[in-house]
């Protein structure tokens, strides 16, 4: 079972990172893209970000 969900995680993680790649170009900050990618990616892995400002 912690597979089947690991690998669904992974593919939600990988559609969400792609459509963040193409709508790159209405992304007026680059840190707020990463700072984004990185909240999607700890929410995945089920911790909470520590972003910096």
Known sequence: ?????????????????????????????RRAQESTIITILSLAAGTVPTVQK
Request: aromatic share 6%; charged share 15%; no cysteine.
């Open 1 to 29: 079972v912690t597979s089947v969900l690991n690998f669904l995680r992974t593919l939600l993680v990988d559609g969400i990172l792609d459509l963040l790649i193409k709508s790159q170009p209405f992304l007026v900050h």
